[in-house]
C-alpha cells in the first residue's frame, strides 16, 4: 500500500512539466516616448535623465494645412556640438538614427518653390555662420546614409542664431506668424534656425 502511495506521488511530480516551471515571462517592450515639441519637459538638463536619443514629434497647422515632424531628440550632456558631434559643411539627418521627416496635407510653398502635399525628408548641412536646409524625396532611410543630392526638391540658406539659453534637446516647432504664412524652427544647444513657409492657394 505504501509503495502504491509513493508511485503515485512520484506519478504526480512527474506530471509537472519542468519546462513550463522554467519558462520564461515574456518581457514588455517599452516604447520610447514621444514627446510633443510644444510641450516644455527635458528643455534643461537638470530635468533631463533620460539616456539616448528620444523619439519625438511636432505637430502645427499654418492656415488650413497640417504640418508634422517625426525626428529623434538627441541631448546636448556636456558635448561639443557645432563642429564636433555634428561636424560643419556636411549633410546632417537633423536629428538622430532614422531620417527627420516632415509631412504636410497641402501643398506649400519654399523659397518660392512650390512643394507638393506629401512625406519628405529633412536634411542640414550646418555652418558657422549659416545652414543649408534641405527638403529631400527619400525620407525613410538611415541617418543620411542614402542621401542623394539628385533627390533634393529644395535647399534653403538659414542664418544661425545663437540663443542666450541652452536647448538640452533638440526641439522642433511649427510656429504661424500671419494668414497662410509661418515657420519651421529647430533649436538645439544655443543654435537656432528657422525656415519660412507659405501655404500654396
Not at 512520484?10 to 515571462?25: A, D, H, M, W, Y
Not at 533631463?48 to 488650413?64: P, Q
Not at 497640417?66 to 536629428?95: E, T
Not at 518660392?112 to 524625396?137: C, H, M, Q, R
Amino acid at each position: 500500500m505504501i509503495r502504491a502511495i509513493f508511485s503515485l506521488l512520484f506519478i504526480s511530480l512527474l506530471g509537472c512539466s519542468p519546462q513550463e516551471s522554467r519558462k520564461e515571462k515574456p518581457t514588455a517592450t517599452v516604447p520610447l516616448p514621444v514627446v510633443e515639441s510644444g510641450i516644455e519637459i527635458l528643455a534643461q538638463s537638470k530635468s533631463d535623465t533620460l539616456k539616448g536619443s528620444l523619439k519625438a514629434m511636432a505637430k502645427g497647422r499654418i492656415g488650413t494645412t497640417q504640418f508634422q515632424i517625426d525626428y529623434y531628440s538627441p541631448a546636448v550632456r556636456d558635448r561639443i556640438v557645432w563642429g564636433g558631434l555634428v561636424p560643419y559643411d556636411k549633410v546632417w539627418v537633423a536629428g538622430a538614427h532614422m531620417a527627420t521627416s516632415i509631412e504636410f496635407d497641402n501643398d506649400v510653398i519654399i523659397s518660392n518653390i512650390s512643394i507638393p502635399a506629401d512625406k519628405y525628408a529633412l536634411f542640414a548641412i550646418p555652418g558657422k555662420t549659416e545652414w543649408t536646409v534641405i527638403i529631400n524625396k527619400n525620407w525613410k532611410q538611415h541617418l543620411a546614409d542614402n542621401y542623394d543630392p539628385k533627390e533634393d526638391l529644395v535647399r534653403v540658406n538659414a542664418k544661425a542664431e545663437v540663443q542666450e539659453l541652452n536647448q538640452e534637446r533638440l526641439r522642433y516647432t511649427i510656429e504661424s506668424t500671419g494668414v497662410n504664412q509661418g515657420k519651421i524652427n529647430f533649436e538645439w544647444e544655443k543654435i537656432k534656425i528657422s525656415m519660412p513657409i507659405r501655404i500654396d492657394n
